[in-house]
Structures are given as C-alpha cells and as structure tokens.
C-alpha cells in the first residue's frame, strides 16, 4: 500500500517519455539510412568519375583523329575497356591478323592511380563525422556498414561497366572483370576507411603491434627506394636508346592524334617500366616473350616484337656488362636500409633478436608488396611467342624477400648488440691485440689439444705410477795432486872464451 504512489507515477513517466524515445530512435534510423545512402552514391560517382574522364581522353582522341577505325560507339567502348584494365580486368582483341582473338593483360598502373584516388577519398569521405573529421571512438560496425554500402555502389556501375563493354572489336573478359576487380575496390576501399578513421595504429589491435608498424614503415621506405631505383634504371635506358625509340612514334601513326595517343600510353606505361627496372636490379628480370629474358646476366631470346618507345629501349642480346651486374647494389642499399631503419625505429628496450625479427617482417612486407607489382605490372600481348610480357611474380618478391633476409635481418641485429652492449674500453682493446700475438698461437693450439683430448669420447686408461727412486748420496770426486816444480837449469862446466857472453834472458820471453 505504501508503494502504490510511486507506482502511478512511474507508469506516468514512462508513458509520457515513450513517444519521445520512439521518435528519437526514428530519426537515428532515418539518420542510419540517409548515410548508407550517402555512402553507395559515393561509391557510385567515384566510379562515374573515373570512368567519365578515360571516356572523354578516348573522346578527345577519336575526334583529333582524321582516319577513325571506328564510330562513336566503338570510341566509348575502349573508353569503358581502358577503365576496366586499368583495374586488373583483361581485354581480348578480335581484329588480328590470324583471326584468333589475342589476351591484352599488361595494365597500365598509371591508369590505376585516378580510380583508386578516387574511390579511396570517396572511402576516407564516407566513414568521416559532419564536420569532415574522424571519429574520436570509431564504431567498426557503423563502419563497416557504411564501407559496404560504399563499395556496392562502386562495384554497382562496374558491373554496367562490364556488361557494356563486353562486345566488340576490344572487349573486356567478364571473368577476369569479376575475379579481379572485385578485389581492386575492396583493397582501396579497405584503405580509404582506414584513412577516414584517423589512421588508428594497429598497436592496439594485434600482438606486437608496435612492432608491425616498424616493419611496415620499413618496408614501405624500402619499396620506394627500391622502385625508385628500378625508375632510374628504365629512364638511363630510354635516355640511351632515345634515337630508336623517338623513331617508333613515326612508325605507329603517321598523325599528329595518333602520335599523341602513342605518347600517353608510353606515358601510362612509366610506372611499370620502374616495376620492371626494379625486377632487373633485384636479379630475376622480367620476360618480353616466351622464352626470353632479361637481366643483369643477360638478355637472350628476343621474339618479333612490335615497335614502341619503351620496346626500343630493351638492351642487345649478348651476356651481361659491368653496368648490368652494378644494379645489384641497388637491392644491397635496400637491404642496409632495412638494417638501419629497423634498428633506429624499434623501442630501445628491444633485444637484438626482437629488432633482427623486426627487420625480417618488413622484408616479408617488402616482398610480397613486389610479388602484388610484378603481378599487375605484366601480362600477355597476344598468343603464342607474345604470352608472356613483363617480370615473374613469384621470383621478384622471392629475390625481394631474399635480398632483405640476407642483409637486413643481420646488419638490425649486429646494429642493436652494438648500441645495447657496453663500450670495450682501449684498454682492453690493448689486450686482445696482444693476446692475438702470433707468438702465443703454439701455446694456444697446446692447450687446445689438450682440452679436445680431455673432453673427448673415448680417453685413453691413465698410465701406471712409477714410485720415485731413491735419493742418492752426493759424488765425492777426490782433491787432484799438486802440480810438480818446474827443474832448474844446469850450468855449462866448459864455456869456450872465444864464445860470445850470452845475452841475459828477456823476463816477457817464454
């Protein structure tokens, strides 16, 4: 009975705060939905941006051309074609000579660069607050949520993209499109969230994350070093080869349009010109055909290939120069550079074999971040003798791994026993040197055999005491005899008087 007030009015006050909560939680789910939304538009105009702008450059093209292969139908197809291979999908050519359509693979990274900008911002965009920050407290569903909606979007006007550009004279191969597109968006995608997110370290997210990001900061510097010294190497080469290559222009196209499309391609191709340069100073190389190589030792088994710029810059079959074998110190600097960064970059109270375990993720990073650009960097050209172009996946991350393992994980290793041990003192310096004295290596080599003999398997029975002899009583040698006098002279009885007196005796003669 006491309680019954506090009842009524407790089923008062909830009564009257319930149309609020339910209009509360309306307006989150309008909320909730007006973001995803947002989201799968964005998506959406990322894809129609990037798109739009290769479909105006093929435009722009087509109408500076004077001798058109085709309408405006088919310029708007390449259009759609270039954007899809600039994702991973491939194209087939039907118009060849042998009437067998011809893989095109080779992905222009260049290409790739205004799609993935694109959809990475869209990504960084949608997953950041109203006032264009990141969130403070993320929450991964929200998150996740609004990346998948996003990415729907995205992956929405690929599909029409697809399904458009599947005919023709240059068409797309629809399975390649859904193998490896598909995993080109969730990729950038993936990134961009990260991004929007405020770049949250993995430290508090996996064990040893603190460690992770060195390595991944390791590998990241090492792989631009490395890529930047593959881009040195392929501009030395079209630098030297200029003539040969400047020819091909006249070569492909007589026009000043067809000359200019030359050019953007060769220019679309850099990136994977440094890809391929960086094969080559690792040590595998890349392919220009079945059967080819080429690489520090050589270059042999060129195909007919067609003209272009940065064909024309291939080095002459033959074994391989001084120069050639010098581009191995470009993987040899990436290593000690791994060694240095690891070493300056790890927490100070990590060990040497924490800091050489450091170095070795950032050269698993670093090759499989080259295994993913050997991979998109080449492709077919054609069939037969043109199937193969560009460096091998598996053995440019392996020689990647393989570089760093070998010089990074060591030299981060000697660096910290050399910053964590205590200095040696000259001293002692002193010391060793003298120690090291060749005149002490008999006594060494004694009593290391001596050790070896009594540390081994089998020794051999100790020999039987022999008891000690007697003393002896001392020698008694007897005292000798004195010497006898020497005799005195005798005297002449009869000197004669004629004689000469004889001269007195010198005291010094003998």
Sequence with gaps: MLLAPWVAVTHTTDRADRPTTLIGEAAARRAAAARRATAFAGGAVAAGLGLGFL?????????????????LGGALHIGAALWLLAQGADLVRTGTLSGAPAPIGVTPLLLTVLPGWLLFRAAASAVRTEDGEAPADPDVRAVAARAGWLLGGYLAVASGAVAYAATGSVHVDPLAALLYLPLFAAAVTAAGTWA???????????????????????????????????????????????????????????????????????????????VWGSAYALGPGFAVGVGSAVGPAGASGYPLLPGFPLVAALPGEGD?????????????????????????????????????????G?????GLAFAVLAA???????????????????????????????????????????????????????????????????????????????????NPPPLPEVPPAPPQPPAVIPPMPPAPPAPAPIPDPDPRPDDPEPAPADEDTP
Excluded at 203 to 210: K, S, V
Excluded at 265 to 273: D, G, Q
Excluded at 362 to 366: I, P, R, Y
Excluded at 424 to 453: D, E, F, N, S, V
């Design 376 to 458: 998109a960097s080449g492709g077919p050209l054609g069939t037969a003798a043109l199937a193969s172009f560009g460096p091998s996946w598996w053995a440019t991350g392996g020689a990647a791994l393989g570089w760093l393992l070998l010089l990074g994980a060591p030299g981060a290793f000697a660096l910290r026993w050399g910053r964590t041990r205590p200095p040696i003192p000259w001293h002692t310096w002193r010391t060793y040197a003298a120690a090291a004295h060749p005149r002490h290596w008999g006594a060494y080599a004694t009593a290391l055999r001596t050790r070896l003999r009594a540390s081994g398997p089998e």
């Design 362 to 366: 950032a050269a698993l990073a670093c």
């Design 320 to 360: 391989g120069t001084v120069l050639g074998w010098c581009t191995l110190a470009v993987p040899a600097g990436a290593g000690l550079l791994v060694a240095w960064v690891t070493d300056r970059w790890t927490p100070n109270e990590a060990g040497p074999r924490r800091t050489a375990l450091v170095a070795a």
């Design 196 to 274: 929007g997110c405020g770049w949250p370290s993995p430290a508090r997210l996996i064990p040893y994350g603190a460690d992770a990001v060195v390595a991944l900061r390791a590998a990241g510097m090492t792989v631009g070093v490395v890529a930047g010294g593959g881009a040195l190497l392929g501009g030395a080469a079209l630098a030297w080869h200029a003539g040969p290559a400047g020819r091909t222009f006249a070569q492909l196209s007589g026009p000043m349009a067809g000359r200019l499309a030359v050019l953007l391609l060769a220019v679309a191709l850099v990136p994977n010109l440094a």
């Design 55 to 71: 479909a105006a450059v093929v435009l722009v093209l087509w109408i500076a051309s004077p001798f058109p292969d085709s309408g």
